[in-house]
């Protein structure tokens, strides 16, 4: 079987982006980014998929167990238990695995950042687990939104620029908040996807308790978000570039896809993601 493909990988974009974001913050502060430094990065980077990789494992089995795989008219990708490619036991096993594989990393990062590191860590692989794992779940309340902006975004990012430079910088948050926006777009895109059958399992995500055109502004004021950032903190040319093609792009195919190929989306704004960070680490190479 294929673990690589069950564990999501377009999904990755989401843990991938913050923290190259928070890498390019550490050299936007510090001016230089030395190879012990590149080391700490890519371990950041590798805890922070295994993180994703936990959060994915444990939503396909706790969702499976409520029975919200299992509808014939379900829109969103086939998930791996509901699709008999392995079974509850086996899902929970590579659950473990993974989370044991975030544990490692993160332990080496508290050693190396602290109490602060500590509470983040802790609290990320918390929430990544009640993401779907009980009843009350951020994912049926309504929750997950924040959760997601903050620890896909600025959360993501500060923690990686004080991991490397060891001290908190605005600058990080900021840049940060746009990897969040975008994330919270992927959820959006979801949740437009999923809302009948949200609403049949009750689970009321932001989306199914405002309606689809609240989604549609919702996912609009998502995407322009990151331009928005790149305008006021890079310079003008950068978030009008942007702007003009990431934005547009974005915007156009979702308007354009929607009700149609909502999977084909989530590339989109993956891909956007991406697109973000590189756009920041480019800003980074070229203005320090």
Avoid at 4 to 26: D, E, L, N, Q, Y
Avoid at 83 to 107: D, P, Y
Avoid at 228 to 249: E, M, P, Q, R, Y
Wanted: aromatic share 14%; net charge positive.
């Amino acid at each position: 079987m294929n673990w690589f493909k069950i564990a999501r990988p377009v999904t990755f974009t989401a843990s991938i982006a913050p923290v190259a974001v928070g890498i390019a913050s550490a050299k936007y502060c510090t001016g230089n980014i030395t190879s012990r430094q590149w080391i700490d990065g890519t371990i950041i980077l590798l805890t922070a998929i295994f993180i994703q990789i936990f959060s994915n494992f444990a939503n396909d089995l706790y969702d499976f167990r409520r029975g919200e795989d299992s509808s014939p008219t379900r829109l969103g990708p086939g998930r791996a238990i509901s699709k008999g490619l392995v079974s509850e036991k086996q899902m929970t096993t590579a659950m473990l695995v993974s989370l044991a594989f975030a544990v490692a990393g993160g332990i080496y990062l508290i050693v190396l950042g602290g109490f602060e590191i500590a509470v983040i860590g802790i609290t990320a692989i918390l929430f990544a687990y009640l993401y779907s794992a009980t009843k009350h779940s951020l994912s049926h309340t309504g929750m997950a939104d924040i959760f997601c902006f903050m620890y896909y975004g600025p959360i993501a990012t500060m923690g990686t620029t004080y991991l490397l430079t060891g001290y908190w910088d605005s600058t990080s948050f900021t840049f940060g908040a746009g990897c969040g926006a975008i994330s919270v777009a992927l959820l959006t895109i979801n949740n437009l996807r999923d809302i009948e059958e949200d609403k049949a399992h009750g689970k009321m995500t932001l989306v199914a308790r405002g309606g689809k055109t609240f989604g549609k502004v919702y996912y609009t004021f998502a995407i322009c978000v990151p331009a928005a950032i790149l305008f006021v903190t890079a310079d003008w040319i950068s978030g009008t570039i942007f702007a003009i093609v990431c934005v547009t792009n974005n915007l156009t195919a979702f308007f354009r896809l929607y009700n149609r190929n909502f999977n084909m989306l989530l590339g989109y704004a993956s891909l956007y993601n991406i697109l973000y960070a590189a756009s920041i680490i480019c800003y980074v190479l070229i203005s320090h």
